[in-house]
T-cell receptor, first 114, second 114 residues
């Protein structure tokens, strides 16, 4: 069965610092992996996704993630944090069913201080 | 293009009642999926509809049901409400319902059960 573990429910960084949000997955089939962001009182918005091909994936707002099969990881990074990056971030993995069902991690809240 | 619209935005119900939530997907999108978000359990997949047929179902009791209309609008119903059903219910749509597609989320319906 598929599962997702996000290490650290809360991460705090200073503005301009590196952002690193960790995600490990378990999947019995080649996974599709996603990072979504949720701002307060809003729905989720896709940051980036890995389906096939290049293992380093670039997304919106300067975020990127690297798929490492040997480590079953898909960590999200951004070189320089901005105040507007403060939000909750969710890693998700596809299920082995047809359709769009995703299994989400519990989320990581990112705080950015000036 | 208008985004995914969920109504109502807030609902307050009492135990034992039933509730119906509505979701209008992005125009042209054929897949609609529903997720329950709670602080304790995070985001959990409820079900997905594609071309008026339920394609996938998560691990929720039969009190949770849904349907999709010919215009792709979807409703979900929860009968015999329990306190634990208090949650943010998110609807997401995608164009073709493929697992590697981006999901577009609505802002959700916040259900409180008293």
């Amino acid at each position: 069965a598929q599962s997702v573990t996000q290490l650290g429910s809360h991460v705090s960084v200073s503005e301009g610092a590196l952002v690193l949000l960790r995600c490990n997955y378990s999947s019995s089939v080649p996974p599709y992996l996603f990072w979504y962001v949720q701002y307060p009182n809003q729905g989720l918005q896709l940051l980036l996704k890995y389906t096939t091909g290049a293992t380093l994936v670039k997304g919106i707002n300067g975020f990127e993630a690297e798929f490492k099969k040997s480590e079953t990881s898909f960590h999200l990074t951004k070189p320089s944090a901005h105040m507007s990056d403060a939000a909750e971030y969710f890693c998700a993995v596809s299920t082995n069913q047809a359709g769009t069902a995703l299994i989400f991690g519990k989320g990581t809240t990112l705080s950015v201080s000036s | 293009k208008a985004g995914v619209t969920q109504t109502p935005r807030y609902l307050i119900k009492t135990r034992g009642q039933q509730v119906t939530l509505s979701c209008s997907p992005i125009s042209g999108h054929r897949s609609v999926s529903w997720y329950q978000q709670t602080p304790g359990q995070g985001l959990q997949f409820l079900f997905e509809y594609f071309s008026e047929t339920q394609r996938n179902k998560g691990n929720f009791p039969g009190r949770f049901s849904g349907r999709q209309f010919s215009n792709s609008r979807s409703e979900m119903n929860v009968s015999t409400l329990e306190l634990g059903d208090s949650a943010l219910y998110l609807c997401a749509s995608s164009s073709q319902g493929q697992i590697n597609e981006k999901l577009f989320f609505g802002s959700g319906t916040q259900l409180s059960v008293l």
